[in-house]
Protein backbone atom coordinates (compact mmCIF):
# COMPACT_ATOMS: atom_id res chain seq x y z
CA UNK A 1 0.00 0.00 0.00
CA UNK A 2 1.29 3.43 -0.87
CA UNK A 3 1.85 5.75 1.83
CA UNK A 4 0.20 9.03 1.48
CA UNK A 5 2.02 12.05 0.70
CA UNK A 6 1.86 14.26 4.24
CA UNK A 7 0.77 17.91 3.27
CA UNK A 8 3.16 20.63 4.30
CA UNK A 9 2.16 22.50 7.57
CA UNK A 10 3.44 26.06 7.61
CA UNK A 11 5.97 26.44 10.31
CA UNK A 12 4.85 28.48 13.57
CA UNK A 13 5.15 32.23 13.05
CA UNK A 14 7.96 32.03 16.02
CA UNK A 15 9.83 29.40 14.14
CA UNK A 16 9.80 31.12 11.48
CA UNK A 17 11.35 34.52 12.46
CA UNK A 18 13.94 31.87 14.68
CA UNK A 19 15.06 30.67 11.40
CA UNK A 20 15.62 34.35 9.94
CA UNK A 21 17.77 34.95 12.91
CA UNK A 22 19.91 31.87 12.73
CA UNK A 23 20.03 32.81 9.24
CA UNK A 24 21.15 36.05 9.67
CA UNK A 25 23.97 34.70 12.55
CA UNK A 26 24.79 32.52 9.65
CA UNK A 27 25.69 35.63 7.64
CA UNK A 28 27.81 37.70 9.83
CA UNK A 29 30.21 34.62 9.28
CA UNK A 30 30.09 34.83 5.06
CA UNK A 31 29.69 38.37 4.38
CA UNK A 32 32.35 40.83 5.49
CA UNK A 33 31.58 43.38 7.62
CA UNK A 34 32.09 46.75 6.81
CA UNK A 35 30.58 50.45 8.07
CA UNK A 36 30.03 53.88 6.49
CA UNK A 37 30.77 56.98 8.35
CA UNK A 38 27.97 59.17 9.57
CA UNK A 39 27.86 62.72 9.03
CA UNK A 40 24.98 65.70 9.35
CA UNK A 41 23.09 66.19 6.48
CA UNK A 42 22.79 69.94 6.02
CA UNK A 43 19.92 70.12 4.32
CA UNK A 44 17.49 68.21 6.82
CA UNK A 45 20.13 68.32 9.39
CA UNK A 46 19.63 64.02 10.02
CA UNK A 47 22.28 61.77 10.50
CA UNK A 48 23.22 60.46 6.95
CA UNK A 49 25.73 57.91 5.50
CA UNK A 50 28.75 59.61 3.93
CA UNK A 51 29.02 57.51 0.38
CA UNK A 52 32.41 57.83 -0.12
CA UNK A 53 33.23 56.84 3.42
CA UNK A 54 32.67 52.41 3.26
CA UNK A 55 35.35 51.14 4.68
CA UNK A 56 36.16 47.39 6.04
CA UNK A 57 36.15 46.72 9.74
CA UNK A 58 36.88 43.76 11.97
CA UNK A 59 34.19 40.98 11.89
CA UNK A 60 32.15 40.50 14.90
CA UNK A 61 30.69 37.06 13.80
CA UNK A 62 27.54 36.31 16.11
CA UNK A 63 27.95 34.11 18.87
CA UNK A 64 25.92 30.98 19.57
CA UNK A 65 25.02 32.83 23.04
CA UNK A 66 24.72 36.21 20.88
CA UNK A 67 22.37 34.53 18.51
CA UNK A 68 19.94 33.51 22.31
CA UNK A 69 21.07 37.00 23.79
CA UNK A 70 19.53 38.65 20.39
CA UNK A 71 15.44 37.47 21.15
CA UNK A 72 15.41 39.44 24.32
CA UNK A 73 17.65 42.36 23.12
CA UNK A 74 15.14 42.29 20.28
CA UNK A 75 12.32 42.92 23.21
CA UNK A 76 14.58 45.52 24.66
CA UNK A 77 15.11 47.35 21.42
CA UNK A 78 11.47 46.97 20.38
CA UNK A 79 9.67 47.87 23.87
CA UNK A 80 7.56 50.66 23.09
CA UNK A 81 5.43 49.44 20.33
CA UNK A 82 5.34 45.85 22.35
CA UNK A 83 3.88 47.84 25.21
CA UNK A 84 2.26 49.69 22.92
CA UNK A 85 0.29 46.77 21.60
CA UNK A 86 -0.38 45.92 25.00
CA UNK A 87 -1.97 49.62 26.20
CA UNK A 88 -3.88 49.90 23.24
CA UNK A 89 -5.67 46.19 23.31
CA UNK A 90 -6.01 46.46 26.90
CA UNK A 91 -7.80 49.99 27.06
CA UNK A 92 -9.07 49.01 23.71
CA UNK A 93 -11.35 45.97 25.56
CA UNK A 94 -12.22 48.48 28.55
CA UNK A 95 -14.28 50.68 25.38
CA UNK A 96 -15.66 47.50 23.69
CA UNK A 97 -16.97 45.44 27.26
CA UNK A 98 -19.13 48.67 27.47
CA UNK A 99 -21.15 47.49 24.27
CA UNK A 100 -21.74 50.62 22.76
CA UNK A 101 -19.29 50.26 20.04
CA UNK A 102 -20.64 47.09 18.85
CA UNK A 103 -23.82 48.30 18.63
CA UNK A 104 -22.96 51.44 16.83
CA UNK A 105 -20.79 49.52 14.50
CA UNK A 106 -23.94 47.35 14.54
CA UNK A 107 -26.19 50.64 12.99
CA UNK A 108 -23.96 50.89 10.43
CA UNK A 109 -23.94 47.66 9.43
CA UNK A 110 -27.80 47.75 9.36
CA UNK A 111 -27.67 51.26 7.00
CA UNK A 112 -25.08 49.38 5.38
CA UNK A 113 -27.04 46.10 3.84
CA UNK A 114 -27.00 44.95 0.34
CA UNK A 115 -24.09 48.24 -0.38
CA UNK A 116 -21.43 46.46 2.07
CA UNK A 117 -18.71 46.18 -0.74
CA UNK A 118 -18.93 50.30 -1.15
CA UNK A 119 -17.66 49.80 2.77
CA UNK A 120 -14.30 48.60 1.68
CA UNK A 121 -13.20 51.11 -1.06
CA UNK A 122 -14.56 54.02 1.38
CA UNK A 123 -12.33 52.59 4.42
CA UNK A 124 -9.49 52.23 2.17
CA UNK A 125 -9.56 55.77 0.45
CA UNK A 126 -10.10 57.47 4.18
CA UNK A 127 -6.86 55.40 5.44
CA UNK A 128 -4.59 56.19 2.37
CA UNK A 129 -5.31 60.47 2.85
CA UNK A 130 -3.37 59.50 6.26
CA UNK A 131 -0.85 57.23 5.30
CA UNK A 132 0.00 60.08 1.59
CA UNK A 133 0.22 62.97 4.39
CA UNK A 134 1.45 62.27 7.59
CA UNK A 135 2.67 58.96 6.99
CA UNK A 136 0.47 56.50 9.11
CA UNK A 137 1.42 53.88 9.31
CA UNK A 138 1.79 52.95 13.51
CA UNK A 139 -0.98 55.22 14.29
CA UNK A 140 -3.43 52.64 12.15
CA UNK A 141 -3.07 49.97 14.28
CA UNK A 142 -5.61 51.58 16.94
CA UNK A 143 -8.40 51.29 14.47
CA UNK A 144 -7.46 47.93 13.65
CA UNK A 145 -10.27 46.74 16.28
CA UNK A 146 -12.79 48.82 14.31
CA UNK A 147 -11.97 47.47 10.81
CA UNK A 148 -12.46 43.78 12.28
CA UNK A 149 -15.51 44.23 13.75
CA UNK A 150 -17.14 46.65 11.27
CA UNK A 151 -16.07 43.63 8.12
CA UNK A 152 -17.46 40.90 11.01
CA UNK A 153 -20.80 42.81 11.17
CA UNK A 154 -21.31 42.87 7.55
CA UNK A 155 -20.27 39.38 6.59
CA UNK A 156 -16.70 39.21 5.94
CA UNK A 157 -13.74 38.15 7.95
CA UNK A 158 -10.89 39.63 10.65
CA UNK A 159 -8.63 39.02 7.25
CA UNK A 160 -10.80 42.26 5.41
CA UNK A 161 -10.92 44.28 8.48
CA UNK A 162 -7.68 44.33 9.55
CA UNK A 163 -6.49 44.88 5.55
CA UNK A 164 -9.09 47.54 4.70
CA UNK A 165 -7.61 49.42 7.64
CA UNK A 166 -3.86 48.32 7.20
CA UNK A 167 -3.61 48.08 3.55
CA UNK A 168 -5.66 51.77 2.93
CA UNK A 169 -2.53 53.44 5.10
CA UNK A 170 0.11 51.41 2.69
CA UNK A 171 -1.65 53.03 -0.56
CA UNK A 172 -0.82 56.18 0.82
CA UNK A 173 2.30 55.43 2.68
CA UNK A 174 3.45 53.55 -0.78
CA UNK A 175 2.23 56.80 -3.44
CA UNK A 176 3.67 59.37 -0.37
CA UNK A 177 2.70 62.75 -2.48
CA UNK A 178 2.48 64.76 0.45
CA UNK A 179 4.61 62.39 3.16
CA UNK A 180 7.31 64.22 5.18
CA UNK A 181 8.65 61.32 6.81
CA UNK A 182 9.81 59.32 3.80
CA UNK A 183 9.62 61.43 0.33
CA UNK A 184 10.34 64.80 2.27
CA UNK A 185 12.98 63.21 3.98
CA UNK A 186 14.62 61.74 1.01
CA UNK A 187 13.93 64.81 -1.51
CA UNK A 188 15.76 66.70 1.12
CA UNK A 189 19.02 64.51 1.27
CA UNK A 190 18.95 64.50 -2.74
CA UNK A 191 18.51 68.48 -2.62
CA UNK A 192 15.36 68.14 -4.24
CA UNK A 193 12.16 70.95 -3.56
CA UNK A 194 10.10 69.49 -0.98
CA UNK A 195 7.20 67.25 -2.39
CA UNK A 196 8.45 68.23 -6.06
CA UNK A 197 6.99 65.44 -8.14
CA UNK A 198 3.79 65.26 -6.62
CA UNK A 199 1.09 65.02 -10.04
CA UNK A 200 2.93 61.48 -10.78
CA UNK A 201 2.78 60.48 -7.50
CA UNK A 202 -0.95 61.29 -7.58
CA UNK A 203 -1.27 58.97 -10.27
CA UNK A 204 0.51 56.39 -8.43
CA UNK A 205 -1.76 56.71 -5.84
CA UNK A 206 -5.01 56.62 -7.99
CA UNK A 207 -3.97 53.57 -9.50
CA UNK A 208 -2.74 51.79 -6.00
CA UNK A 209 -6.01 52.26 -4.75
CA UNK A 210 -8.67 50.94 -7.23
CA UNK A 211 -5.86 47.69 -7.60
CA UNK A 212 -6.23 47.46 -3.82
CA UNK A 213 -9.59 47.91 -3.43
CA UNK A 214 -10.59 45.44 -6.33
CA UNK A 215 -8.06 42.67 -4.77
CA UNK A 216 -9.65 43.19 -0.77
CA UNK A 217 -13.41 43.56 -2.83
CA UNK A 218 -12.66 40.17 -4.57
CA UNK A 219 -12.11 38.47 -1.65
CA UNK A 220 -14.42 39.87 0.44
CA UNK A 221 -17.08 38.73 -2.23
CA UNK A 222 -15.33 35.38 -2.14
CA UNK A 223 -15.56 34.49 1.19
CA UNK A 224 -19.10 36.49 1.77
CA UNK A 225 -20.48 33.46 -0.88
CA UNK A 226 -19.09 31.05 0.92
CA UNK A 227 -17.72 31.66 4.69
CA UNK A 228 -15.44 28.05 4.54
CA UNK A 229 -13.14 29.54 1.77
CA UNK A 230 -11.81 31.83 4.54
CA UNK A 231 -8.19 31.60 5.25
CA UNK A 232 -9.32 32.38 8.78
CA UNK A 233 -12.34 30.53 8.74
CA UNK A 234 -11.22 28.68 12.03
CA UNK A 235 -10.55 31.86 13.54
CA UNK A 236 -13.96 32.99 12.76
CA UNK A 237 -15.18 29.83 14.41
CA UNK A 238 -13.57 30.78 17.45
CA UNK A 239 -14.57 34.38 17.66
CA UNK A 240 -18.44 33.92 16.50
CA UNK A 241 -19.58 34.61 20.21
CA UNK A 242 -17.72 37.93 19.53
CA UNK A 243 -19.25 39.01 16.15
CA UNK A 244 -22.12 41.21 16.47
CA UNK A 245 -25.61 39.66 15.88
CA UNK A 246 -27.55 42.48 13.88
CA UNK A 247 -30.50 40.42 14.85
CA UNK A 248 -30.32 41.20 18.25
CA UNK A 249 -28.42 44.43 18.63
CA UNK A 250 -30.23 46.11 21.20
CA UNK A 251 -30.97 49.61 21.20
CA UNK A 252 -28.85 52.25 21.57
CA UNK A 253 -29.07 54.23 24.82
CA UNK A 254 -28.20 57.37 26.60
CA UNK A 255 -24.77 56.11 27.77
CA UNK A 256 -23.66 54.35 24.48
CA UNK A 257 -24.01 57.57 22.71
CA UNK A 258 -21.73 59.51 25.25
CA UNK A 259 -19.09 56.57 24.89
CA UNK A 260 -19.41 56.57 21.24
CA UNK A 261 -18.96 60.36 21.47
CA UNK A 262 -16.25 60.34 23.67
CA UNK A 263 -14.67 57.54 21.14
CA UNK A 264 -15.06 59.90 18.51
CA UNK A 265 -13.68 62.96 20.25
CA UNK A 266 -10.70 60.71 21.72
CA UNK A 267 -9.99 59.76 18.12
CA UNK A 268 -9.93 63.13 16.59
CA UNK A 269 -7.53 63.91 19.31
CA UNK A 270 -5.11 61.33 17.92
CA UNK A 271 -5.35 62.70 14.34
CA UNK A 272 -4.52 66.23 16.15
CA UNK A 273 -2.14 65.41 18.20
CA UNK A 274 0.15 63.14 15.45
CA UNK A 275 -0.39 65.52 12.67
CA UNK A 276 0.21 68.82 14.88
CA UNK A 277 2.31 67.90 17.57
CA UNK A 278 4.23 65.04 15.89
CA UNK A 279 2.60 62.10 18.82
CA UNK A 280 3.94 59.00 19.19
CA UNK A 281 3.85 55.71 20.85
CA UNK A 282 4.19 57.55 24.68
CA UNK A 283 1.19 59.69 24.15
CA UNK A 284 -1.07 57.68 22.19
CA UNK A 285 -0.61 55.26 24.73
CA UNK A 286 -1.70 57.75 27.47
CA UNK A 287 -4.41 59.07 25.27
CA UNK A 288 -5.93 55.51 24.85
CA UNK A 289 -5.81 54.52 28.94
CA UNK A 290 -8.18 57.87 29.06
CA UNK A 291 -9.99 57.16 26.60
CA UNK A 292 -10.57 53.85 27.89
CA UNK A 293 -11.45 54.43 31.54
CA UNK A 294 -13.56 57.56 30.62
CA UNK A 295 -15.54 55.54 28.63
CA UNK A 296 -15.51 52.61 31.63
CA UNK A 297 -16.59 55.54 33.47
CA UNK A 298 -19.32 57.31 31.47
CA UNK A 299 -20.57 53.02 31.11
CA UNK A 300 -21.03 52.88 34.79
CA UNK A 301 -17.58 49.81 34.75
CA UNK A 302 -16.48 49.98 38.40
CA UNK A 303 -12.52 50.40 38.37
CA UNK A 304 -11.88 46.39 39.24
CA UNK A 305 -14.35 45.77 36.09
CA UNK A 306 -12.25 47.87 34.10
CA UNK A 307 -8.77 45.93 35.21
CA UNK A 308 -10.37 43.04 34.41
CA UNK A 309 -11.22 44.17 31.20
CA UNK A 310 -7.65 45.87 30.50
CA UNK A 311 -6.10 42.02 31.34
CA UNK A 312 -8.32 40.26 29.24
CA UNK A 313 -7.29 42.39 26.64
CA UNK A 314 -4.04 42.66 26.56
CA UNK A 315 -3.97 38.54 27.16
CA UNK A 316 -5.59 37.82 24.12
CA UNK A 317 -2.70 39.84 21.91
CA UNK A 318 0.27 38.09 24.12
CA UNK A 319 1.59 36.12 21.04
CA UNK A 320 1.57 39.09 18.11
CA UNK A 321 2.53 41.60 20.78
CA UNK A 322 5.80 39.08 21.92
CA UNK A 323 6.37 38.49 17.95
CA UNK A 324 6.91 42.21 17.09
CA UNK A 325 10.18 41.80 19.71
CA UNK A 326 11.22 38.29 18.21
CA UNK A 327 11.00 40.06 15.17
CA UNK A 328 13.41 43.16 16.20
CA UNK A 329 16.09 40.30 16.89
CA UNK A 330 17.08 40.01 13.40
CA UNK A 331 17.78 43.53 13.11
CA UNK A 332 19.57 42.91 16.28
CA UNK A 333 22.38 40.19 14.83
CA UNK A 334 22.68 42.38 12.06
CA UNK A 335 23.92 45.66 13.88
CA UNK A 336 26.35 43.98 16.22
CA UNK A 337 27.43 41.87 13.43
CA UNK A 338 28.64 45.02 11.33
CA UNK A 339 26.77 43.72 8.33
CA UNK A 340 24.02 46.08 7.66
CA UNK A 341 26.17 48.53 5.85
CA UNK A 342 27.95 45.68 3.81
CA UNK A 343 24.54 44.88 2.64
CA UNK A 344 23.43 48.44 1.44
CA UNK A 345 27.38 48.82 0.09
CA UNK A 346 27.28 45.46 -1.68
CA UNK A 347 23.52 46.21 -3.56
CA UNK A 348 24.11 49.67 -4.63
CA UNK A 349 27.51 48.70 -6.34
CA UNK A 350 25.81 45.66 -8.26
CA UNK A 351 23.31 48.48 -9.79
CA UNK A 352 25.81 50.65 -10.72
CA UNK A 353 27.00 47.76 -12.87
CA UNK A 354 23.37 47.33 -14.71
CA UNK A 355 22.52 49.40 -17.92
CA UNK A 356 20.48 52.66 -17.57
CA UNK A 357 17.45 50.93 -19.27
CA UNK A 358 16.92 48.62 -16.94
CA UNK A 359 19.01 50.57 -13.54
CA UNK A 360 15.88 52.25 -12.43
CA UNK A 361 14.18 49.12 -11.87
CA UNK A 362 16.93 47.75 -10.04
CA UNK A 363 17.28 50.59 -8.12
CA UNK A 364 13.83 49.52 -6.64
CA UNK A 365 14.62 46.15 -6.41
CA UNK A 366 17.44 47.25 -3.87
CA UNK A 367 15.60 49.35 -1.98
CA UNK A 368 12.93 46.60 -1.82
CA UNK A 369 15.62 44.43 -0.06
CA UNK A 370 17.07 46.60 2.31
CA UNK A 371 13.78 47.61 3.69
CA UNK A 372 13.98 44.18 4.92
CA UNK A 373 17.15 45.19 6.86
CA UNK A 374 16.21 48.81 7.71
CA UNK A 375 12.03 48.87 7.88
CA UNK A 376 12.21 52.26 9.36
CA UNK A 377 11.27 55.22 6.61
CA UNK A 378 13.25 57.95 7.36
CA UNK A 379 16.09 55.37 9.15
CA UNK A 380 16.06 53.91 5.20
CA UNK A 381 16.50 57.36 3.60
CA UNK A 382 19.35 58.35 6.13
CA UNK A 383 21.33 54.77 4.88
CA UNK A 384 20.48 54.51 1.07
CA UNK A 385 19.87 58.13 0.14
CA UNK A 386 23.41 60.05 -0.16
CA UNK A 387 24.27 56.67 -2.02
CA UNK A 388 21.63 56.53 -4.70
CA UNK A 389 21.52 60.16 -5.40
CA UNK A 390 25.07 60.58 -6.60
CA UNK A 391 24.51 57.31 -7.62
CA UNK A 392 21.48 58.42 -10.21
CA UNK A 393 23.60 60.89 -11.05
CA UNK A 394 26.49 58.38 -12.76
CA UNK A 395 24.01 56.80 -14.17
CA UNK A 396 22.20 59.33 -16.26
CA UNK A 397 19.10 59.14 -14.44
CA UNK A 398 17.20 61.78 -12.30
CA UNK A 399 17.34 62.16 -8.96
CA UNK A 400 13.72 61.91 -8.65
CA UNK A 401 13.65 58.65 -9.93
CA UNK A 402 16.03 57.59 -7.48
CA UNK A 403 13.67 59.06 -4.75
CA UNK A 404 10.68 56.88 -6.29
CA UNK A 405 12.80 54.07 -6.33
CA UNK A 406 13.16 54.42 -2.57
CA UNK A 407 9.14 55.66 -1.79
CA UNK A 408 8.52 52.26 -3.60
CA UNK A 409 11.38 50.00 -1.81
CA UNK A 410 10.31 51.65 1.66
CA UNK A 411 6.85 50.96 1.04
CA UNK A 412 5.49 47.66 -0.61
CA UNK A 413 7.10 45.13 1.48
CA UNK A 414 6.15 46.93 4.61
CA UNK A 415 2.96 45.09 4.51
CA UNK A 416 4.64 41.40 4.20
CA UNK A 417 8.33 41.52 5.91
CA UNK A 418 8.24 39.93 9.70
CA UNK A 419 10.60 42.51 10.37
CA UNK A 420 7.95 45.33 10.34
CA UNK A 421 6.78 46.06 14.00
CA UNK A 422 3.65 47.59 12.78
CA UNK A 423 2.64 44.76 10.54
CA UNK A 424 3.25 42.23 13.35
CA UNK A 425 0.93 44.62 15.63
CA UNK A 426 -2.16 44.94 13.41
CA UNK A 427 -1.99 41.00 12.67
CA UNK A 428 -1.74 40.71 17.34
CA UNK A 429 -4.33 42.91 17.26
CA UNK A 430 -6.57 41.46 14.51
CA UNK A 431 -5.24 38.03 16.18
CA UNK A 432 -4.31 36.80 12.45
CA UNK A 433 -1.32 34.84 12.00
CA UNK A 434 1.63 35.48 10.40
CA UNK A 435 1.49 32.66 7.30
CA UNK A 436 -2.29 33.72 7.25
CA UNK A 437 -1.40 36.72 6.33
CA UNK A 438 1.15 35.98 3.97
CA UNK A 439 -1.54 33.91 2.31
CA UNK A 440 -3.53 36.28 1.67
CA UNK A 441 -1.38 39.45 1.00
CA UNK A 442 1.53 37.92 -0.78
CA UNK A 443 -0.45 37.96 -4.88
CA UNK A 444 -0.91 42.05 -3.99
CA UNK A 445 2.58 42.26 -2.79
CA UNK A 446 3.29 40.76 -6.27
CA UNK A 447 0.94 43.44 -7.82
CA UNK A 448 2.32 46.55 -6.39
CA UNK A 449 6.26 45.68 -7.20
CA UNK A 450 5.00 44.97 -11.18
CA UNK A 451 3.11 48.69 -10.70
CA UNK A 452 6.21 49.76 -9.05
CA UNK A 453 8.43 48.83 -12.07
CA UNK A 454 6.40 50.12 -14.79
CA UNK A 455 6.24 53.09 -13.13
CA UNK A 456 9.92 52.78 -12.07
CA UNK A 457 10.06 52.24 -16.48
CA UNK A 458 8.01 55.81 -17.37
CA UNK A 459 9.88 57.97 -14.43
CA UNK A 460 12.99 56.79 -16.45
CA UNK A 461 11.16 57.64 -20.04
CA UNK A 462 9.56 61.11 -18.80
CA UNK A 463 12.89 62.31 -17.50
CA UNK A 464 10.67 62.26 -14.15
CA UNK A 465 12.21 65.83 -12.42
CA UNK A 466 12.77 68.90 -11.78
CA UNK A 467 16.42 66.92 -11.93
Not at 108 to 130: C, N, T
Not at 307 to 330: C, E, H, P, Y
Not at 365 to 383: T, W
Request: hydrophobic share 55%; with cysteine.
Amino acid sequence: MEKQKKKFVMPHTYVILIAVIILMAICTYIIPAGEYARVEDPNTGRMVVDPDSFASVDANPTKPFDLVKSIPQGMDAACSIVFFIFIVGGSFNIIMSTGAIERGIGKVAIASRGKEKLLIPLVVFIFSIGGATFGMSEEAIAFIPIGVALARAVGYDAMVGCAIVSLGAAVGFNSAWMNPFTVGVAQGIAELPTFSGIELRLVIWAVSLVVTSLYIMRYASKIKKNPELSIVADIELQEKDNKIDLDNLGKMSAKDSLVLLAFVIGMLILVYGVFTYGWYFTEICALFITMGVVCGLIAGRGPSTMAGDFIAGAKDIVFGALVVGIARAVLVVMENGLIIDSVVHGLASVVSLLPKSIAAIGMMIVQVLINFFIPSGSGQAAVTMPIMAPLADILGMTRQTAVLAFQFGDGFTNSIIPTSATLMANLSIAKISYDRWVKFVAPLIGIWVVMGMAFMVIATVINYGPF
